[in-house]
């Protein structure tokens, strides 16, 4: 199984990248997860927000690898506890494909994608902003790994 999150956003403040890092790299060796990391669509004065989450979408719709299951983070998505996570996590390990999980930018992600995903998953009905869901997700990766593994940090 192979873990990919695509996110929008580049060049994350050093808390991001501190914050993500600490939990990637508790996982084990067989429980990788990569993030790929897309532009921003151009935002200012006379941008149209639509064809920024437009163009964000089209590059995050191509790195989604053929057969992925795509699951995306959205304020309007079904909330999953870490025990639902835990059992969601231990399917898709079960199942043996592999997953993309899609973070989107400042306004979100583009209705293309939403339309291409397979779940919608909510982290919290509050707006988060989008550095720090890459931080929250791979938290709850490690987290929901070690309920399947029977390890003391969850408790």
Known sequence: MRTRIIAVGTKMP?????????????????????VVELPLGARGKNASIEKAMTKEGEQMLAAIP????????????????TEKLAEN???????????????????GLAPACLARADAKWSLSALTLPHPLVRIVVIEQLYRAWTILNNHPYHK
């Open 89 to 107: 996590l231990a399917d898709w390990r079960m199942e043996g494909g592999n997953y993309s999980l899609l973070i989107g930018g400042p306004d």
């Open 14 to 34: 050093a808390w991001v990248e501190t914050g993500y890092q600490e939990y990637a790299k508790r996982l084990p060796r067989d429980f990788t997860v990569e």
């Open 66 to 81: 053929a057969g992925d299951k795509v699951i995306a983070l959205d304020v309007k998505g079904k909330p999953w506890s």
